[in-house]
């Protein structure tokens, strides 16, 4: 079946880096876009990018734009996320989800069908 | 904060009709651009609920519906069941952030 599998839990002191992987499975992993979503304890959904991963083109929520760093492995079918410069705020749930329409390239219409189980991190001193 | 505005909670008895409403502006759902809803039951994570402002995917029940007029946009269920407890948030795509945003979320609960 298809599904997103997710890198186990981080716990990480402020200032650090966190690297979150999400290996697909089940579909033709280049044919589809990924994108990352956070959630802070208890509370809402927050878009952190997009990357295509046919072509590894990305797009960027202004609020993580020069933090974050969006990368595949067609080899592995395996998409990563990289946050930088870690704060007691980025203390959250981490999602990786698949696109729903089938496209290399980036669909501002498009909605999420497949999600990961999420990968909880932690940045405390 | 999010661009686009829920209701924090909304309630009904079981059988009843929910709706949740999805307040945007005219660089998102106004645009317009489509709106998509997904549930999220306690400890786990989203699933996709509508997409396309009114489209089902394969396995939901039809009691889950969804409009879009103007800068709103709205999820109702029908037929309330205590398993529709949880989460319900409204998602599209705003051009003046050049991104996708969530809506704030809605608790809905049976009583």
């Known amino acids: 079946q298809v599904q997103l599998v997710q890198s186990g839990p981080e716990v990480k002191k402020p200032g650090a880096s966190v690297k979150v992987s999400c290996k697909a499975s089940g579909y033709t992993f280049t044919t589809y876009g990924i994108g990352w979503v956070r959630q802070a304890p208890g509370q809402g959904l927050e878009w952190m990018g997009w990357i295509s991963a046919y072509n590894g083109n990305t797009n960027y929520a202004q609020n993580f734009q020069g933090r974050v760093t969006m990368t595949t492995d067609t080899s592995t079918s395996t998409a990563y996320m990289e946050l930088r410069s870690l704060r007691s705020d980025d203390t959250a749930i981490y999602y990786c989800?698949?696109?729903?329409?089938?496209?290399?390239?980036?669909?501002?219409?498009?909605?999420?069908?497949?999600w990961g189980q999420g990968t909880m991190v932690t940045v405390s001193s | 904060q999010s661009v686009l505005t829920q209701p924090p909670s909304v309630s009904g008895a079981p059988g009843q009709r929910v709706t949740v409403s999805c307040t945007g502006s005219?660089?998102?759902?106004?645009?317009?651009?489509?709106v998509h809803w997904y549930q999220q039951l306690p400890g786990t994570a989203p699933k996709l609920l509508i997409y396309g402002n009114s489209n089902r995917p394969s396995g939901v029940p039809d009691r889950f519906s969804g409009s879009r007029s103007g800068t709103s946009a709205s999820l109702a269920i029908t037929g309330l069941q205590a398993e529709d407890e949880a989460d319900y948030y409204c998602q599209s795509y705003d051009s003046s952030l050049s991104g996708y945003v969530f809506g704030t979320g809605t608790k809905v609960t049976v009583l």
């Open positions: 989800a698949r696109g729903l329409i089938m496209s290399s390239n980036w669909y501002v219409e498009d909605a999420f069908d497949i």
């Open positions: 005219s660089s998102n759902i106004g645009a317009p651009y489509d």
